[in-house]
Structures are given as C-alpha cells and as structure tokens.
C-alpha cells in the first residue's frame, strides 16, 4: 500500500501523467480574424462526454469536458459557434454553424449521450468578455501550460473558459443533447438562407452589370456608325 502511495506520489511531482500545452496557433490566427470581422461571443457553453465508463457512476465522475462558444455577427445574430477540447494531446478545436464533440476525447456516440442530464450548462457571456480579443489574451496567457490529469485537465480547462466569460452572478442553464441541436440547426438554417440570399443578390447585380456593359456597348456601336 506504502510502495503504491509513494509511486502515485512520484508520477505526480514529476508529471508523468501529462501531455501537451494549449499552445494552437491556428486557433490564435482564427480567433484573431473573429476580431477582424468585429465578431463577438454572445454566449457560453461547458458539455460533457462520457469516457470509459459510459453510464456509470465512475463515469459520472471522470467524464470530459469541452466548452462552446457562440459567435454572433456585427447586427448580433449567431452565425458560428467555435468549440474547444482540452486535453493530453492538445487542443481539438472546430468553427462551424452545428460543432459536435471530438470522438477523440469522449465517447459521443448518440445512443450513449443523448440522455446525459445538462450535458451542456449555458449562460450569456459578460458584456466586458465578448471580444474575441479577451479570449485570445486568456489562451495566450496559458498557451505553455502543460496539461496534467490531476490538476490541469479538461474539466479544468472548461470552467476556466466558462467562468472567465460569464458574468459576476454566473447565472447558467441546463440544454440537453436534443436541444442544442435544435438550435445549432436554427442557426444552419438563417446561415444557408443568408448565403443563399447574398448569392441571388450577386446574381442579379451581375446580370445588370452585363444588360448595361451591353446596352453601353450598343450605344457606342450606334453613335460610331
């Protein structure tokens, strides 16, 4: 017992069970052109994925954790959300109109987390928080901090997230699996009917410019005749 404390003691002080910094910059860049865009987060997200013991009570304890943000455009309409994992290998990172979890972190299969009570905890992000800039500061400032499973883990790095863009009352609230895609779906939509729109209003401005590129041409066919 004394051989097996000292040993979990060892692996500890010297980060044996570590793995790899937050340090992305790709991620960095990506944040950064949010900025750009006059992008800002609107709202915040902590979910959670089973591990290795799906449905259990271990795996109501050891579970992953992840953390979405939700972008809205300059008029504050949501048009993106940007997903971050945390973990021994890195960080796992998407920006897209539905993000789902990485399978390389969690069990996310939907037969296994479709009932997982408050997979996602929500809250509005704090007016001070929804520059991207501020995000960006956060992930530099610990862009070398080494992962570490006891004290630097996943579910550390997700309340980080979520507790550095909520406000002071930390008001949050609880959406199942179902829910969240609902309206990841909502938000797919506006954003093809949107694209759509722009792409029909190119459309015609293109077909006008060529009637008067033409009709131009015509009148100078006439007046050298």
């Given at each position: 017992?004394?051989?097996g404390?000292?040993l979990?003691?060892?692996l500890?002080?010297?980060?044996?069970?570590?793995?790899?910094p937050?340090?992305n910059?790709?991620?960095?860049?990506?944040?950064g052109?949010?900025?750009?865009?006059?992008?800002?987060?609107?709202?915040?997200?902590?979910?959670?994925?089973?591990t290795?013991f799906?449905?259990s009570?271990?795996?109501?304890?050891?579970?992953h954790?992840?953390?979405?943000?939700?972008?809205a455009?300059?008029?504050?309409?949501a048009?993106q959300?940007l997903?971050?994992?945390y973990?021994?290998?890195g960080?796992?990172?998407?920006?897209?109109t539905?993000?789902?979890p990485?399978?390389r972190?969690g069990?996310?299969?939907?037969?296994?987390?479709?009932?997982?009570?408050?997979?996602?905890?929500?809250?509005d992000?704090?007016?001070?928080?929804r520059?991207?800039?501020?995000?960006?500061w956060?992930?530099?400032?610990?862009r070398?901090?080494?992962?570490?499973?006891?004290?630097?883990?996943?579910?550390?790095?997700?309340?980080?997230v979520?507790?550095?863009?909520l406000?002071?009352?930390?008001?949050?609230?609880c959406?199942t699996?179902?829910?969240?895609?609902?309206h990841?779906?909502?938000?797919?939509?506006r954003?093809?009917?949107?694209?759509?729109?722009?792409?029909?209003?190119d459309?015609?401005?293109?077909?006008?410019?060529?009637?008067?590129?033409?009709?131009a041409?015509a009148?100078?066919?006439?007046?050298?005749?």
């Open positions: 017992m004394l051989t404390l000292l979990f003691y060892f500890l002080m010297f980060s044996f069970v570590s793995g790899l937050l340090d910059d790709q991620l960095f860049e990506s944040v052109n949010m900025t750009k865009s006059n992008y800002t987060f609107t709202r915040v997200c902590r979910f959670k994925d089973w290795y799906a449905g009570f271990v795996g109501k304890i050891i579970n954790h992840g953390v979405v943000l939700e972008v455009n300059p008029q504050g309409q048009v959300f997903q971050m994992e973990g021994a290998r960080t796992f990172w998407q920006i897209a539905a993000p789902y990485d399978a972190y069990i996310v299969a939907m037969d296994k987390v479709a009932g997982m009570p408050c997979r996602y905890k929500c809250g992000v704090d007016p001070a928080q520059s991207p800039e501020r995000l960006l956060f992930l530099k400032k610990y070398k901090q080494g992962y570490n499973i006891f004290h630097y883990n996943c579910i550390v790095f997700a309340e980080m979520l507790n550095f863009h406000p002071a009352h930390r008001k949050t609230e959406f699996t179902a829910e969240m895609q609902q990841y779906g909502e938000v797919s939509r954003v093809a009917a949107a694209a759509a729109e722009a792409t029909k209003a459309m015609i401005a293109a077909e006008a410019a060529r009637v008067a590129a033409e009709a041409a009148k100078a066919d006439a007046e050298n005749s």
